[in-house]
């Protein structure tokens, strides 16, 4: 598998059915884990490890509260992480934000917006990243962009509306 994603809490699995969608589109391999930095850190720390040995390219952590998988996992590997924070209804989600992407220097985590949007991006970060070396998923990749582009330009075609006073 090329992309791990790990969900902090089987309750987080709502917000990321929109990004399968775009990995299994363009045709990613990925495998999803639940495991917690804090409920289950033996579990964390041999998903992560195996991923690792097994040629892994890219994890993807989604987490909300405090938020601390992430950091956790960037600390086990040099592989690219990219976290995905989960609002809550105690913080709005700032404490998993900030637990994001508030690293210490030299342990990077890449970090999203919150929810399915954020989780959408990191699918989407992941597949440029694996594009680096793949010609065939950059021109997915490009292909989806503009198809992006063209959403726009017809949207602003059929919506635009000019005043003019008089």
Not at 96 to 122: D, I, K, W, Y
Request: one cysteine or more.
């Amino acid at each position: 598998m090329k992309i791990l994603i790990l969900l902090g809490s089987k309750s987080d699995l709502k917000v990321v059915e929109s990004g399968l969608i775009i990995l299994r589109d363009w045709q990613l391999a990925h495998t999803l884990r639940v495991a917690s930095a804090h409920r289950s850190p033996q579990l964390l720390a041999e998903v992560v490890d195996a991923f690792t040995q097994q040629g892994g390219v890219v994890i993807i952590c989604v987490a909300g509260k405090a938020a601390h998988l992430a950091g956790t996992v960037a600390a086990r590997t040099v592989l690219p992480v990219i976290a995905v924070p989960i609002a809550s209804a105690e913080t709005a989600g700032l404490d998993a934000l900030l637990s994001s992407v508030q690293m210490p220097g030299g342990v990077p985590v890449a970090t999203m917006g919150f929810g399915t949007h954020g989780f959408a991006n990191a699918c989407l970060l992941a597949g440029q990243i694996l594009a680096l070396q793949n010609d065939s998923l950059k021109t997915k990749v490009s292909a989806y962009r503009r198809h992006l582009h063209d959403e726009t330009v017809a949207a602003d075609s059929r919506y635009r509306v000019q005043f003019s006073p008089s």
